[in-house]
């Protein structure tokens, strides 16, 4: 299912002006991205959008002199030439409008694919130029030759991926046995973390609207989409619970006393992986289908990079206190998609891998999702006015766009990967992390399964 290129179903409140203003940075940061906005087609189309503006205003103006002329006395033969000159204002204005909204169109069109922003010590480059921000703890030594999760699911009766294979194709996966408790305490233990630090818990659809896709900077369409798409309808499955928590406030104005607003958010997430051929893609590493809790927060413009911190502060607490080996990046301006301004990951040693594979990202998207979704958020402070309309509402402060933070608290199979891979031992049993005991039974151990006959 592909999408035509046809009128936006919606707008995003791009500020054109300031683009037009700061040409020079918006042109070196699309440079910087990689990123294939054309820049001078928005300048382009902007300034012809101006220009037909400034006509249908000119025109409408006229329209109305004419009419108010026709109010008045007028000899038959001037009201049939006022009668003549409303009737081709009328058509001008008609054709003029019909340009206006078809212009209007198609700056949106082109202005949605130019990216944020981004933030001036994110480094620039490809992937390989991300900045190492933090190293925590070392790869473990072993002193038996180390197993993959593969072969450790295996022994230990973990996962099925033959039968899934054959029941929905290719990476796909049955998890069995303690691999199903393993999932349901990490899931519950990284919620009882995060909500201890203020995060409202949700569970959220799983399904939709593929505009919501969208105003999140994301393709629901096209050859290379993640998303997969439900066919005869306009909606989606999600990639991640950023899409539909993105969604909650839409539309929608919150008084500054209400933020931030943060949320920790259990969903299943399917992804496609279309062009994600040749890279690790061995057992759970990368798969169409997993659990995850995504962090999210709605704040305050100046108060964005701080929660951008505190985000993955939370994440190396998170990862920390299962034991893991792990480094922090600070990702090149090539790696960040779209929406985001800065964007750190974070990589976990896997050992059976003999790699680091990232485990979590945070990013600090700006108002580029929040200017898309339509979230706005009323300081609370009184704007100073000298002229106070009728009904107060002339000492309303002006509307602000809230800025939006995403963070991964914990990727279900990538996690398993690193606890089955990190804690194995020499007997073929896996340790469970201590803080996971609790919301397990109390197993501290899951051992091979040794089948008779």
């Not at 990284?190 to 203020?198: A, D, E, F, I, N």
Request: with cysteine; glycine share 8%.
């Amino acid at each position: 299912m592909v999408c035509s290129v046809g009128k936006p179903q919606w707008k995003a409140a791009i500020d054109f002006k300031w683009i037009r203003d700061n040409r020079e940075a918006v042109a070196e940061n699309i440079r910087k991205r990689n990123s294939k906005a054309s820049l001078e087609l928005v300048l382009e189309l902007y300034e012809k959008m101006l220009a037909v503006q400034k006509e249908v205003e000119r025109l409408r103006g006229e329209r109305n002199a004419v009419a108010n002329m026709m109010k008045g006395k007028l000899e038959p033969s001037e009201r049939l030439k006022f009668i003549e000159k409303g009737k081709n204002l009328k058509e001008a204005l008609a054709s003029f409008e019909e340009d206006l909204v078809k212009l209007s169109d198609e700056l949106q069109q082109e202005a949605q694919s130019i990216p944020n922003m981004t933030h001036p010590d994110v480094p620039i480059g490809g992937e390989d130029s991300s900045a190492v921000r933090k190293k925590v703890g070392s790869p473990r030594e072993f002193s038996f030759s180390v197993k993959d999760h593969l072969q450790l699911g295996k022994e230990l009766d973990l996962f099925d991926f033959d039968a899934a294979a054959e029941v929905s194709g290719s990476k796909f996966y049955y998890l069995k046995n303690e691999a199903v408790l393993l999932e349901m305490a990490l899931v519950n233990w990284t919620l009882s973390q995060v909500m201890q630090k203020g995060f409202t818990p949700l569970i959220t659809p799983e399904i939709v609207r593929s505009s919501i896709v969208e105003k999140c900077g994301f393709q629901p369409r096209g050859d290379n989409t993640q998303a997969y798409s439900i066919e005869g309808s306009d909606q989606c499955l999600i990639g991640t619970a950023e899409i539909p928590v993105g969604g909650v406030h839409m539309d929608s104005i919150l008084a500054e006393t209400v933020l931030p607003l943060k949320y920790a958010a259990f969903s299943h997430c399917f992804r496609t992986e279309a062009g994600a051929a040749g890279l690790a893609t061995r057992g759970l590493y990368r798969v169409h289908q997993f659990s995850k809790v995504e962090m999210f927060v709605l704040c305050r413009p100046d108060e964005s990079d701080t929660y951008h911190e505190e985000l993955i502060t939370i994440e190396e607490d998170l990862f920390s206190s299962l034991g893991l080996h792990y480094k922090t990046l600070d990702m090149a301006s090539e790696d960040l998609g779209a929406p985001a301004y800065r964007k750190f990951d974070v990589e976990a040693w896997m050992p059976g891998l003999g790699r680091y594979g990232e485990i979590s990202s945070a990013s600090n998207c700006t108002d580029y999702q929040s200017r898309r979704l339509g979230i706005r958020y009323r300081p609370a402070e009184l704007a100073a006015s000298t002229n106070p309309k009728k009904g107060g509402k002339g000492n309303l402060a002006p509307t602000k766009f809230v800025h939006t933070l995403n963070a991964t608290a914990c990727a279900v199979p990538r996690m398993m990967i690193c606890l089955l891979e990190n804690n194995q031992q020499e007997d073929g049993s896996v340790i469970i992390p201590e803080p996971l005991r609790p919301f397990m039974g109390g197993m501290e151990v899951i051992l091979p399964k040794h089948h008779t006959g």
